[in-house]
């Protein structure tokens, strides 16, 4: 009896809580009417004043019941937080910046110092963790193209993420920037996103370009063989060539559709070059049809991610580097992704000026920074690197010759990835001096191993510490039969 007694106090509590409660709940409005949840940021640069867009979730019910749109809000002001404040009065609720999570700058907007934009969101504590990209288009603009409804919400995360998982690039998040911002090296890496109709950045800002190669291509560009003599040296002369094109090439947009910027076919145009500038193509959208009237060519863009990496210095994007030309500093790097490579003009007792592309599907690497007697800075550089042969390509092709594929052939394929791996570090190296950018890292490097005397190499050469750096590249590689 007495256990029946509490067990109907508690329910009668129970009861009379609820009363108490539900009415205070039911008054309460959603956090809709109270609040706008942002998804993504984008940052660009009109005159003396920042553009700031922002994706906001707009709930919306549906006959299925729910429906989530994305629109894209924006406003301008003298500073990014100036920008917020018009944006947040606008819209008259509070701006919910957490579940953000990339902020995407337009390279127009970084004249000065990239930490100009990033010091707002890095001072704001409910602003969650954000990655990190550029684009040489309107950041707008291609907020616009991933709220429409083919687009989920993470699918320009998603973009940046596959660059940095399958590709060569790197996921940059606020940290990593601004670590290599205060760091001795003063370098930081930023993936790149563009729409479908996007170019490289404007001219003045370096960039390596690997000819003949396009984005969409099944290897994104990424060769090796006779196309890897495309960048070291040249790159930033292509660079700041593709860039004089892009100015110059900016009022031919109205010209045939079958022409790029540069004169080219657009089919052989890469995913890399311009097609009528940044901002050109950023309002391409509302450029006049054939009849007269606006044709609005947005619906129809799409967003892409072509594996190019911007490489900032002290803030500033010091050059633009293409899939090809990263590959060289990627080598050295600590992680490697899984790759296709291609060699060509393989020739033995049973290949004849054959193309092989190998999987790339594990590396071993042992790095060593010494000090040579006479001070100068060198790395040795030792790969094992492990792969399938992914298909075989020759004029007299068989599936004999395949299935005979001997150890002479395995010695012809260490032969050519070996002089590969070290003609696109060489050209990484190279790179590296010119625009004086430590991608990899090396002052931290060589400082923690020789401390002062390291310092004093660089005080003896006025900072320059890559200037005499030299890389020796040993390659060993083993098959991994089916």
Known sequence: MKSRTIRKIYIGLLFVLLIILLPMFFGMPEQAFEKTLILAFGVDKTADEFELSVQVMVPQSSQSGYSEKREVRSDKGKTIDEAMAKLQLKEGKELAVAHANILLIAES?????????????????????LTVATTPNNAKELLEISSQESFDKDSLLRLVSFNNENIYGTESTLNKILFG???????????????????????GQGSSSSGGTTGGDALMGIEGGDSSSSGGESTSKSGQESGQQSQESGGSSQQSGSEGSSGQPSGEQSAGESSGGGEQSGQSSGQNNGNGTQSNSQEKKELGNDGSIAVLKGGKIATILDPL????????????????????????????????IIDITNAKDKIKYEMTED???????????????????????????YAEFTEDSSKVIKLALQQLIDTEVQKALNTSKEYQIDVWNVYDKFYQKY????????????????????????????????
Do not use: C
């Open 109 to 129: 907007a970084i004249e000065d110092d990239i930490n100009i934009i990033l010091d707002y969101f890095v001072r704001d504590r409910n602003v969650g963790y």
């Open 451 to 482: 401390g002062n005397k390291f310092i004093n190499y660089v005080d003896n050469n006025e900072g320059d510490y890559l200037k005499d750096l030299e890389i020796f590249v040993e390659v060993n590689v083993k098959e991994d039969k089916l």
């Open 325 to 356: 030309a990263y590959r060289g500093f990627h080598w050295l790097m600590p992680i490697k992704q899984s790759s296709f490579i291609r060699l060509e003009n393989i020739t033995d007792e049973i290949f004849d000026n054959a193309t092989i």
């Open 375 to 401: 001070g100068t800075p060198i790395i040795k550089f030792k790969t094992m690197l492990t792969y399938q042969i992914s298909s075989v390509q020759e004029d007299n092709f068989s599936v004999d010759k």
């Open 181 to 203: 911002y205060y760091s001795p090296s003063k370098t930081s890496l930023v993936s790149r996103l563009m729409s479908s109709q996007g170019g490289e950045s404007d001219g």
